[in-house]
């Protein structure tokens, strides 16, 4: 299983980015996969998750309603629509997929798989 994360770069505060998290192997037979983000100096924290058999989304108090997790009709790429970005965005973002319980879904120890990090800078 191997994820491939992209779309990262350099913006200013206010614009949108989409990255995207391309999967091989049965990275999304698992239960769910994720979007993490570490700042520089700071701990790797939840971002966004997305429950595979329902559909459900789940976000981070900081993203809601800026962020939007999405994925294609295969099922081999997840994306995250990030708009009104800000400079406190600013992060290496990874995704990763695993088999989480509903309950520890924003818990990054409940994911298996993880791709490399794409970088994303907001500027202000």
């Known amino acids: 299983v191997q994820l491939q994360a992209s779309g990262g770069g350099l913006v200013q505060a206010g614009a949108s980015l989409r990255l995207s998290c391309a999967a091989s192997?049965?990275?999304?037979?698992?239960?769910?996969v994720g979007w993490f983000r570490q700042a520089p100096g700071k701990e790797r924290e939840f971002v966004a998750a997305l429950w595979l058999s329902g559909g459900n989304s789940f976000y981070a108090d900081s993203v809601k309603g800026r962020f939007t997790l999405s994925r294609d009709n295969a099922m081999n790429t997840m994306y995250l629509q990030m708009n009104s970005l800000k400079p406190e965005d600013t992060a290496v973002y990874s995704c990763?997929?695993?088999?989480?319980?509903?309950?520890?879904?924003?818990?990054?120890?409940?994911?298996?798989?993880w791709g490399q990090g794409t970088q994303v800078t907001v500027s202000s």
């Open positions: 990763a997929a695993g088999r989480p319980i509903l309950s520890q879904v924003r818990n990054q120890n409940q994911y298996t798989y």
């Open positions: 192997g049965r990275a999304f037979s698992t239960r769910a």
